[in-house]
């Protein structure tokens, strides 16, 4: 919220400490920093250019794969570009406007990821529970319909509606320090000149209601899966099962473990620097894993991606 004084209006601006403490450290931290979000974008970019150019990966699973790249990298180019930036340059400040927005956008795409691979661990346990059944069960509608769901959730019931029209109800000073690289909820509400308890208190609640329903979806999926792998009487079999769902939960693991790690930490006023880790290792790193999770493992998508390089290297050789 603007705050009028006398005559005049003040707007709120945001200063981001960033890794400023580590001033040795602000080069090599950004080309790290650079390089990630290189790999970040060819790789998910990429993802989705071949997931469309070849015919043996129009299905069901690199459908969910290529919309969870669209998402990761909407998410690291929202936070990334603003973490170099404030690496190098002198004036660290984020209008408040640019806050709201970073942070609103921000909250879609993590939001969208939490039930993007929730939605894919339906995939699998439709495939090896119900296999008979499954062009039926998984429809493209279906598909879809769970894709636009997780667009709708993060846009509309989180974000859009919620957690940045309580951000605007609060009043803040005219210039205010947070300790981060990113306009998080918790950190913009903690500079607010307001009481911050109720805008705290929907963030948990929300919070857990997001990461709770999801994990809850991914591990009756899995252990249902496990059951059902567990019954086979083929040893080559259930190591196959296995080893395909192995990508899908590598990323669940890093993804939830990482945001269980930031929910446990037990203050987080006295432990900046792990938060700012464990907050870069979410938004930065997470975001450029994901794609190479899931092409390493896959023939199609190597085999693919290696005909791209030929083609490009032979056109420029011409």
Same mark, same amino acid.
């Given at each position: 919220?603007?705050?009028?004084?006398?005559?005049?209006?003040?707007?709120?601006?945001?200063?981001?400490?960033?890794?400023?403490?580590?001033?040795?450290?602000?080069?090599?931290?950004?080309?790290?920093?650079?390089?990630?979000?290189?790999?970040?974008?060819?790789? $998910?970019?990429?993802?989705?250019?071949?997931?469309?150019?070849? #015919? =043996?990966?129009?299905?069901?699973?690199?459908?969910?794969?290529?919309?969870?790249?669209?998402?990761?990298?909407?998410?690291?180019?929202?936070?990334?570009?603003?973490?170099?930036? $404030?690496?190098?340059?002198?004036?660290?400040?984020?209008?408040?406007?640019?806050?709201?927005?970073?942070?609103?956008?921000?909250?879609?795409?993590?939001?969208?990821?939490?039930?993007?691979?929730?939605?894919?661990?339906?995939? @699998?346990?439709?495939?090896?529970? $119900?296999?008979?059944?499954?062009?039926?069960?998984?429809?493209? =509608?279906?598909?879809?319909?769970?894709?636009?769901?997780?667009?709708?959730?993060?846009?509309?019931?989180?974000?859009?509606?919620?957690?940045?029209?309580?951000?605007?109800?609060?009043?803040?000073?005219?210039?205010?320090?947070?300790?981060?690289?990113?306009?998080?909820?918790?950190?913009?509400?903690?500079?607010?000149?307001?009481?911050?308890?109720?805008?705290?208190?929907?963030?948990?609640?929300?919070?857990?209601? $997001?990461?709770?329903?999801?994990?809850?979806?991914?591990?009756?999926?899995?252990?249902?899966?496990?059951?059902?792998?567990?019954?086979? #009487?083929?040893?080559?079999?259930?190591?196959?099962?296995?080893?395909?769902?192995?990508?899908?939960?590598?990323?669940?693991?890093?993804?939830?473990?990482?945001?269980?790690?930031?929910?446990?930490?037990?203050?987080? =006023?006295?432990?900046?620097?792990?938060?700012?880790?464990?907050?870069?290792?979410?938004?930065?790193?997470? @975001?450029?894993?994901?794609?190479?999770?899931?092409?390493?493992?896959? =023939?199609?998508?190597?085999?693919?991606?290696?005909?791209?390089?030929?083609?490009?290297?032979?056109?420029?050789?011409?």
């Amino acid at each position: 919220m603007i705050q009028e004084v006398g005559n005049q209006s003040i707007i709120p601006t945001f200063i981001l400490l960033g890794f400023s403490e580590y001033p040795e450290l602000q080069i090599p931290l950004f080309l790290v920093f650079l390089s990630t979000y290189t790999v970040t974008v060819v790789g $998910n970019l990429g993802m989705i250019i071949i997931i469309k150019i070849n #015919p =043996k990966l129009h299905t069901i699973m690199y459908f969910f794969l290529s919309h969870l790249s669209f998402v990761d990298f909407c998410y690291s180019t929202i936070v990334t570009p603003k973490l170099l930036e $404030n690496l190098i340059a002198e004036d660290r400040t984020i209008p408040f406007s640019g806050c709201i927005l970073q942070f609103c956008f921000a909250c879609i795409f993590a939001v969208t990821e939490t039930f993007m691979l929730a939605a894919m661990a339906y995939d @699998p346990f439709v495939a090896v529970c $119900n296999p008979l059944l499954y062009t039926t069960i998984m429809s493209q =509608k279906l598909c879809v319909l769970l894709v636009a769901g997780s667009y709708s959730w993060g846009i509309v019931c989180v974000c859009a509606l919620t957690l940045t029209y309580f951000l605007l109800a609060l009043s803040y000073c005219e210039s205010s320090i947070i300790n981060n690289f990113i306009c998080d909820y918790s950190v913009i509400v903690s500079v607010s000149c307001s009481d911050p308890h109720i805008s705290q208190m929907l963030c948990l609640y929300i919070a857990i209601f $997001n990461e709770g329903s999801s994990l809850m979806i991914i591990l009756l999926s899995y252990i249902l899966i496990f059951i059902t792998v567990m019954r086979m #009487p083929s040893a080559s079999g259930r190591q196959k099962t296995f080893s395909t769902c192995a990508s899908h939960l590598t990323a669940i693991t890093i993804f939830h473990g990482t945001i269980l790690f930031l929910y446990c930490i037990p203050n987080p =006023k006295t432990s900046w620097l792990i938060v700012k880790v464990a907050s870069v290792f979410y938004t930065v790193v997470i @975001p450029m894993l994901n794609p190479l999770i899931y092409s390493l493992r896959n =023939k199609d998508v190597k085999d693919t991606f290696r005909k791209l390089v030929v083609t490009k290297l032979l056109c420029h050789s011409i």
